[in-house]
């Protein structure tokens, strides 16, 4: 059972450029969510996944945009990187729809816009 | 809109001490859940503890245990006999029981373990 899984682990990019970052869990999870980390600003949501098939921007969702896969897999992408994108970037899954409900996270990925 | 705040962005604590970490929160629901997050340099996110607002009972996991002031909006993290693996950022994070559960942050705090 590998939970939440993010690749790629690290990655540059030069301005402009775009990217996906992919997010997989196997823990039958209906709930998904992408989370930015910058320092000293905790982790702010940028979008997330109720359920397979909807999607709803969260605190910072401009320049993002996101692909709920099917149930297993939801995918962040950045159209066209800025230096305001450098992060690391979690993806996380919970159960959903129960007042319970916990998140649990994959290990992240740093990104680096120059 | 509900808010987090972690005062202490670093606190340090002698091997085999006790220490504990500040969190406060803002919000009108009354029925609610907060969470304490360990991140290691790993980075990877690691769940510690929960706590039910509708719970009067602390929670407590092992070493980890809370002190929650449901009044005084104030959920604190106390590590007791701490140990080198303990050294992490903590995050404290609010969730509403409704909608779609979106976990609301602080900003963490940086505990470092003295040997």
């Known amino acids: 059972n590998a939970g939440v899984t993010q690749t790629p682990k690290f990655q540059v990019l030069k301005t402009g450029q775009s990217m996906t970052l992919q997010c997989a869990q196997d823990m039958n999870h209906n709930s998904m969510y992408w989370y930015r980390q910058d320092p000293g600003m905790g982790l702010r949501l940028i979008y997330y996944s109720a359920s397979e098939g909807t999607t709803d921007k969260g605190e910072v969702p401009n320049g993002y945009n996101v692909s709920r896969l099917n149930k297993r897999e939801f995918s962040l992408r950045l159209e066209s990187a800025a230096p305001s994108q450098t992060s690391v970037y979690f993806c996380?899954?919970?159960?959903?729809?129960?007042?319970?409900?916990?998140?649990?996270f994959g290990p992240g990925t740093r990104l680096t816009v120059l | 809109a509900q808010t987090v705040t972690q005062s202490q962005p670093e606190m340090s604590v002698q091997e085999a001490e006790t220490v504990t970490l500040s969190c406060t929160y803002d919000?009108?629901?009354?029925?609610?859940?907060l969470f304490w997050y360990k991140q290691p340099p790993s980075r990877q996110m690691i769940l510690v503890i929960r706590q039910e607002a509708y719970k009067q009972q602390n929670a407590t996991e092992n070493r980890f245990s809370v002190n929650f002031q449901k009044a005084a909006k104030s959920f604190s993290l106390k590590i007791s006999d701490s140990q080198l693996g303990d050294a992490a950022m903590y995050f404290c994070a609010y969730r509403s029981p409704r909608g779609t559960y979106k976990y609301i942050f602080g900003t963490g705090t940086r505990l470092k373990v003295l040997a």
């Open positions: 919000t009108s629901e009354s029925d609610y859940y």
């Open positions: 996380a899954s919970s159960e959903g729809g129960r007042s319970t409900d916990t998140q649990y």
